[in-house]
């Protein structure tokens, strides 16, 4: 343990503004110049880059704009089994001198990719919006947040690296530093594939460590044009190895090699179990035990009480089930409602949702395609268990709009043993029913919200009195899926 001293040159952390698409005509029309830009630069090839060298493969990923899977985003390098050790003695050699890296060269890599990120943010939102279907306002958090997490973390890092012993003894000269691991393994999802990817590598390299970057075989781009940023900023080569690849092979093989420090991984449970199964396995030539950070998706819910602003809490529910087409781990995926006020509730949750505008995310409609036709099968398969465990109230079938896949919203009423209506379930891509992850109580008397906010088991619980949806602009002062203008 340590106290710290505050670095004094940094201005302090600030979150990075959001523009209004729609509200401001000049930045929806950044946008659309933006997309315009980009669409030129489609169907690119992209190396490999280990050590600082780029590669090529028989194999390719080929990623599609998944509101148009006809046109090619990019096509990439498929790193496989042979890659592996490749990757991770190029790591291990950029190790031997990044971990002596001054703190000012650390965090000024990641002050100037923030810098390069800030200047081009229409740029890489217009990314987001032909490689996974986020329309403005999603693409808008998702880069912000990457230059939040760069900002943040370069300044955590210059925290820490000024603290100091909790005791000085009397004879001795106390001293505490923190020390890199060695080689992290990064892999990263699709569904925020600047932010969480960028976020991962910026913690780990900032504190010394050097990286294998895996991302999403969906959102491989995105990760490139990052890489690319931080290239421009000045990262030396092997501190990040760019290595798009399939996870059976290429990512199972780094997390199971014995000189693997840690995994920081962003995904599915199953997914996170495996990683955690195998780094748990000491192996050949294993010096130290393997560390595992293990982000998996989770089951949201939203509890409705009886004396809630029900419009509020139509609103808010809404925008958490279906802002991004629900492929969030903070999405809602039940709405639990209080029996006094659950058929208003449902009746004006079905007029909302069903006049949620469909289409091409280019338009910044609020809602668009899921991300791949796995993810489609998975949907159409959760809305006949729906349709199995209660009724639909609305929607339920593929919708073909533009000739794009999209879906329409589902939802399955549930009931008690005893048939009295008790909540309302959300049907989203990956839907499962055994977990919650974050649980928000909506409204209701601070007496009853302390006491179900203290006997839920889940890692972040927010309590949302109604009256702040209207008062907060702020992704930060809500969570971003429950504003009211994410459906206008």
Known sequence: ?????????????????????????????????????????????????????????????????????????????????EHVEPAMQAALAAFETWKYAPIEQRTGILFRTADILRKRKHEFNAWLVLEVGKNYDEAEADTAEA??????????????????????????????????????????????PNAIALGMTAASIVCGNTVILKPSSDSPTIAAKFFEALEEAGLPPGVVNFCPGAGATFGNGVVAHPKTRYIAFTGSRDVGLDINTCAAQTQKGQIWIKRTVLEMGGKDSIVVDSDANVDAAVAGVAAAA?????????????????????????????????????????????????????????????????????????GGERAAAFGRVLHQAHRSRRHSADGAPLAERYLWPGARGDRSWRFRPWAGRDQRLRVLGDGIRASCVWVVPFRWLAASSSRRGLPRESRRAAFR
């Not at 030129?40 to 998944?66: F, M």
């Open 1 to 81: 343990m340590a106290t710290t001293t505050q670095h004094t040159t940094i201005a302090p952390f600030a979150n990075e503004p959001l523009d209004a698409y729609r509200t401001d005509a000049a930045a929806a029309q950044g946008m659309r110049d933006a997309i315009a830009k980009v669409r030129t630069q489609l169907g690119r090839e992209y190396d490999l880059v280990i050590g600082g060298k780029r590669i090529k493969t028989a194999g390719k990923i080929q990623s599609v704009n998944p509101a148009k899977p006809s046109e090619v985003v990019g096509i990439h390098q498929k790193a496989g089994a």
């Open 147 to 192: 230059i939040d997490f760069l900002e943040l973390y370069a300044r955590q890092a210059l925290v820490l690296d000024k603290a100091e012993p909790v005791v000085q003894l009397p004879g001795e000269r106390d001293y505490l530093r923190y020390i890199a691991l060695g080689v992290g393994a990064v892999i990263s999802p699709w569904n925020f």
């Open 322 to 394: 279906f802002g991004f087409q629900g492929q969030k781990c903070s999405a809602c995926s039940r709405a639990i409602v209080h029996q006094d006020v659950y058929d208003e509730f449902l009746a004006k949750l079905k007029d909302f949702v069903e006049k949620i505008p469909m289409g091409s995310p280019e338009d910044n409609v609020a809602m668009g395609p899921v991300i791949n036709e796995g993810a489609m099968k998975s949907i159409l398969n959760y809305i006949e268990v729906g349709k199995q465990e209660g009724r639909v109230i609305t």
